[in-house]
């Protein structure tokens, strides 16, 4: 299966940097082709409601930024991971725009999805939970897991353990 991970992410080698890379090695050794896009280090724009997309651009972004690189990907991955830093109970900034620039092509082509969210405090989680499942009910699409991670050591064996396994568990689609 064609994974593709949107890290949301801007601090290279962070809790949720760390975590990706666990599952991104679980998933390989399951024989599943993963690419990690490091999302919250490109300049990604938010959604301008200008319709554009849905109009003259038939289904193209009249923004020309970094989401230009994604849009092929979204289009061919299987299965989208979405992971994230929890920043005052939402998404980080730069994936939050990444998703609502989904809007231009329309949903993508991916059927499973997964979530992994990184926090420094407990219960945290509830609106970004709340936002994916809702994403997934919209695209008709399967949960194939929800990880979240608080505190300081995020990045002990324990849990790159665990992130691994849960890499590893992804069925093909």
């Known amino acids: 299966m064609k994974i593709l991970i949107l890290n949301g992410s801007a601090r290279r080698g ?20 993963v690419e990690i896009a490091n999302v919250g280090c490109m300049k990604i ?37 979405i ?27 991916a059927k499973k999805y997964a979530l992994i969210l990184s926090s420094g405090s407990e219960g945290v989680y509830d609106a970004i939970i709340s936002q994916y499942k809702s994403i997934l009910e919209y695209f008709g699409a399967e949960d194939c897991g929800i990880k979240t991670f608080a505190g300081e050591d995020q990045k002990n064996a324990t849990n790159l353990d665990a992130m691994r396994a849960f890499g590893k568990s992804m069925r093909n689609a």
């Open 14 to 33: 962070g809790n949720t940097s760390a975590l990706v890379e666990a599952f991104r090695e679980g998933a390989e050794s399951a024989g599943h082709v």
């Open 83 to 109: 992971a994230s830093p929890v920043h005052y109970w939402s998404f980080s900034g730069q994936l939050q725009s990444c998703i609502t620039r989904w809007y231009a092509p329309g949903q993508p082509s």
């Open 45 to 81: 724009n938010g959604c301008l409601g200008c319709e554009y997309c849905h109009g003259k651009g038939e289904g193209k972004c009249i923004q020309a930024d970094d989401m230009q690189g994604l849009y092929p990907k979204l289009s061919s991955a299987e299965m989208v991971v």
